[in-house]
Every structure is written in structure tokens, then in C-alpha cells.
């Protein structure tokens, strides 16, 4: 008798423990996507996996917030969100399946936060789209695909917009076109956009697969090949840019073009920003390229700066395998300086290592907001290019096979120079500059760069041939 009086009793406390017991379930952000006036559902092992039970309907707290409160059995739970039905059941970050989710409630008061990362096959950036699938390339006489990203507000809003053009377009937006994985960049900027950016045109042009060394180079490599980087980079300036300019409502100037890339197509990018300083103004170059060809340093060397430029780099340390680990950041290194002694000044030009950074999409898909909000910080500000002042002094004469002497517009107070190489080492210290000019001697014949200071200050670039 006083065994069934205590199963009883424990009977009695679980049932009021069950009764006495909720569990708010509290959404704190949905998709972009997410239809307006659509009811968000919740269903599972407590409902019997009913996706449109009105009974476990989720009610808006205002904003992106929705949360519902009942009392379930205590133990695990499993659930997923819908909007009614199966066909609209939530996905992964990709659009993709999202596996059951699990809960192990305990029984009492209990809040569970949690976010909707997509609706399953319903994409959560689908202001992308394959502009051709062959447009054609007249300089390489062949054709090639083109996505298109527009801002979320393009359709509605009539604005004009900066452009970005990227390479290996079939890794920008679209896991499933890609060998490798995506750079998300569709659902980076609208995230961006929701926070308030102005919003960019995406121009994503896929390599040529067997063909992608030859347009992504420049210049030949003796064991790799190359070359066609040129009539590449002529096919973006001369016939896609104006073809975009034309059909869609872009800014032209170059104040607001920017071209970016990684690994190969970031040297490509690389080179049609410093080849053509008056189409673009700015460059995303990841993890690229620059040890396929030395001519890239003395591109930058012989071209030096003609224009305002914004350009954006990262390298990761554990790019390559191990033996390699650090030649890509000292390669960058190498271009950082390279590009300051031809010109550019500091705050044109970032240089950013990670020593996690790897050769991969995930890792430039990570970096890819960073570079584009402080590449475009100029459009998102409204602020047009400012004109960029010529050196205040030359070498003369240049090319020389002794000294050099100094003239200047200027005069300049304790001045200093130093010479560097073609790829930004110094190899001779900074000393005073006197009567007797600038003196090479042990220097083999080749291009250099001079450093000029004043009072202390950099106040000047120029290159010197060594005959």
C-alpha cells in the first residue's frame, strides 16, 4: 500500500513539474527573403512534426524577433522552423538541408535563443543572376559567363552605383558552381546593405578553366606558361566595362570602380589596377600571385603612380605547404614597398597578414567585407578623388652610370635620401644628400628608387637607372 502511495505521489510531482514547466523558444533574426505577413511555425517531436500547426505558432515581438512559449515534455527535443509546411522548412547558411535541431529541455522555466539562417532552396541573396552565359570576348576570341550582382534596392530605388569586377566568378556567389567553395559575397553585402551601405554592382567574369594561367598573366612563366593577361584585362576595360556602363545604372568614373581577385586573379586584378590607374581606383588583392612573374615589380616601378588608388591586400602565413609557410606574406611585404617607393602613400596602400590565413575560399570569404568597406569608403562618403601632386624632385641625368644631383621645386630642410630596390629592399641607408649629389657606386646596373626627406618627412619617389 505505501509503494502505490509513492508512485502515485511521484506521478503526481512529474505531471505538476510538466504543468508548472515552459519552454520559450525566442528567434532573434529570419532571412532578408522571408515573405512579408508569412506566420513562422515550429515543429517537432512535440507536435508530432505537424510544420503548420496553428497551436505552435511563433508571434512577432517586434522587428526580426519571434518567440513562442509551451510546455513540453521534459527529455530531448527535436524541431525545425517552417513557415507552414515542409516545402518552406529553414535551411543552412547556403539555402541548403539544415539537419533536425536538438534541445535537451530539463523541465522547467527555460529560454532558447536561436537565429533562421536561410528558408531551404529558397536562396537568401537572390539579387544575383547569370548576365550571359557566353558573353564574348573579342580580344581572346572566345566567350565566357557573367554573373551580376544588383543591390537589394536596385529594382525600386533609381540610384546610380559603384561597380566591383571580380574574377573566378563561378567561386563569388554560388557554392554549386564552385570546386572549392564560395566568397558569399552576395550575402556579405547585403547584410552590408541592412547596415546601411549604399550598396555595389558586382561584375563576376569565371576564368576560362584550361585557359585561366594564360588570361590571369601577364607575362609568361617559363614552367607555367601565360601571357594573355593583357587582352584579358583590355576585354574588361574595353568591351564588358562600358557594356555594363551602358545597361545598367553604374557610376562610371573611376573614383568608383574597383577590380578584385584572388591567388592568380589577384594578380590580375593587380596588374589592371596599376596598368590602368584611369579606369580603376581601387583593388582587393588576396593571397596573389606575384612570385608567377618579377616583371610585376618593375610594372609597378616603371608605371609608378598616376592617380589616387586604394589597394587592398592579405596574405595568409600558412599559404603553401609547410616549407612555404610565410613566402606569400613576404611576397606582399615585398609589393608594399615596392608600391611606396613608386609613389603611393601609406594610406592608399594595406598590407594585412593572418597567421591562420590559408590558401582557400573560406579564408577570403572571411576577409571580403573588410576589403570592400574600406575600399569604397570613398563612394559610401560621397568624396570624389582629390588630384595628386607631382614629386618635388628629379634625378638628373637618369639614366646615369656615376651620380646623380638633385633638383627641386622646393627647398628642402636636413635633407636625407635613401635608395631601395625594384622590390622595396633597402640597399643603401638613408644618409645626408650634400653638393656632391647621389652617389650609386657598388650598385649594379639596374632600376632603383630614390627616398627623399625633409625635416624628417618622406616628401618624395622617383626611380634611378644605374647604367
Not at 268 to 277: K, P, T
Request: aromatic share 14%; charged share 20%; net charge negative.
Amino acid at each position: 500500500m505505501k509503494i502505490k502511495f509513492f508512485l502515485s505521489l511521484q506521478l503526481f510531482f512529474l505531471a505538476v513539474v510538466a504543468a508548472l514547466g515552459q519552454l520559450t523558444i525566442r528567434v532573434t533574426d529570419i532571412p532578408n527573403n522571408t515573405p512579408a505577413g508569412d506566420a513562422i511555425f515550429v515543429a517537432g517531436t512535440f507536435n508530432n512534426w505537424d510544420p503548420g500547426n496553428s497551436g505552435y505558432i511563433l508571434e512577432n515581438q517586434g522587428g526580426e524577433v519571434y518567440e513562442i512559449t509551451f510546455s513540453p515534455s521534459p527529455g530531448a527535443l527535436m524541431f525545425k522552423f517552417t513557415r507552414g509546411g515542409w516545402d518552406t522548412v529553414e535551411g543552412n547558411a547556403n539555402g541548403a538541408y539544415l539537419p533536425d535541431r536538438t534541445y535537451n529541455y530539463s523541465g522547467g522555466t527555460e529560454t532558447l535563443e536561436l537565429q533562421i539562417l536561410s528558408w531551404e532552396g529558397f536562396v537568401t541573396a537572390p539579387n544575383y543572376s547569370v548576365l550571359s552565359q557566353d558573353f564574348f570576348m573579342p580580344q581572346l576570341d572566345r566567350s565566357r559567363r557573367i554573373w551580376l550582382y544588383l543591390p537589394p534596392d536596385y529594382q525600386n530605388s533609381g540610384k546610380n552605383y559603384p561597380v566591383l569586377y571580380m574574377q573566378d566568378g563561378q567561386n563569388v556567389f554560388d557554392a554549386a558552381t564552385s570546386a572549392f567553395g564560395e566568397w558569399q559575397v552576395d550575402e556579405a553585402l547585403n547584410q552590408l546593405f541592412d547596415e546601411g551601405d549604399e550598396g555595389v554592382i558586382v561584375v563576376a567574369i569565371d576564368n576560362g578553366g584550361s585557359s585561366r594561367t594564360d588570361e590571369y598573366t601577364p607575362w609568361a612563366n617559363p614552367n607555367y606558361g601565360g601571357g594573355q593577361g593583357d587582352a584579358y584585362v583590355d576585354f574588361i576595360v574595353e568591351t564588358l566595362k562600358p557594356y555594363i556602363d551602358q545597361n545598367y545604372r553604374t557610376k562610371p568614373g573611376r573614383e568608383f570602380t574597383g577590380i578584385m581577385g584572388s591567388s592568380l586573379g589577384g594578380l590580375i586584378s593587380f596588374y589592371a589596377a596599376i596598368e590602368h590607374q584611369d579606369v580603376f581606383s581601387k583593388a582587393g588583392v588576396f593571397s596573389a600571385s606575384f612570385w608567377f612573374a618579377d616583371e610585376v615589380y618593375t610594372h609597378v616601378a616603371t608605371t609608378g603612380k598616376e592617380a589616387d588608388m586604394r589597394i587592398y591586400m592579405i596574405a595568409g602565413v600558412q599559404e603553401g605547404s609547410p616549407e612555404d609557410f610565410g613566402e606569400q606574406v613576404a611576397d606582399m611585404n615585398a609589393m608594399y614597398n615596392t608600391l611606396l617607393s613608386a609613389g603611393f602613400s601609406e594610406e592608399e596602400v594595406l598590407a594585412i597578414s593572418h597567421p591562420e590565413g590559408q590558401h582557400s575560399e573560406w579564408y577570403w570569404a572571411r576577409e571580403f567585407p573588410a576589403a570592400y568597406q574600406w575600399l569604397y569608403q570613398m563612394s559610401a562618403t560621397g568624396l570624389e578623388e582629390s588630384n595628386w601632386e607631382k614629386p618635388l624632385f628629379r634625378a638628373f641625368p637618369n639614366p646615369s652610370d656615376t651620380n646623380f644631383q638633385v633638383i627641386t621645386s622646393a627647398p628642402l630642410i636636413h635633407a636625407e635620401y635613401e635608395v631601395l630596390s625594384i622590390d622595396g629592399r633597402l640597399v643603401q641607408q638613408r644618409i645626408p644628400l650634400n653638393g656632391k649629389g647621389i652617389e650609386l657606386e657598388g650598385l649594379k646596373a639596374g632600376l632603383y628608387f630614390l627616398r627623399a626627406y625633409s625635416d624628417g618627412k618622406l616628401v618624395g619617389v622617383c626611380k634611378l637607372v644605374r647604367q
